[in-house]
């Protein structure tokens, strides 16, 4: 397994621990105080230990690169689609002069950040198991 599909499976479960307890404490702390879970997102400052050089290994080549680079396209592209769907809904939503919470602002901050990470890593897992010997 390479660098890069080790931090890909150590992300979805940082991003799958932090959604669970999020779930799990706002019920009983309340929307407000349960955004706290969201710290748990700080683990994945530890990611940069799976691309640590050992003397005389190389840890990522062209096509790791080219993996990465599609994998953040495919991130960025979701995360403008479901943005742009956000920005439509909610005129239907609040109203067209109602205004949006900052609870809902700042949910969907977080989520989004949690929607990127997830879809980039998925989208590694993907085309690393897609095999191929070359990055195109």
Aim: net charge neutral; aromatic share 14%.
């Amino acid at each position: 397994m390479t660098p890069a599909q080790k931090n890909a499976w150590f992300s979805l479960a940082v991003v799958a621990t932090c959604l669970a307890v999020l779930a799990a404490l706002v019920p009983m702390l309340g929307p407000v105080r349960a955004q706290g879970a969201f710290g748990i997102m700080g683990l994945l400052g530890f990611g940069w230990f799976f691309f640590r050089k050992p003397p005389g290994e190389v840890v990522a080549d062209e096509r790791d690169d080219q993996i990465r680079r599609r994998a953040m396209l495919i991130a960025h592209f979701v995360f403008w689609v479901v943005f742009l769907l956000a920005g439509v809904a909610c005129p239907f939503l609040y109203g067209p002069t109602g205004a949006v919470p900052v609870l809902v602002v700042v949910y969907g901050l977080w989520l989004a950040f949690s929607l990127f990470l997830t879809v980039a890593a998925v989208a590694t897992l993907v085309q690393y198991s897609l095999g191929g010997d070359d990055a195109a």
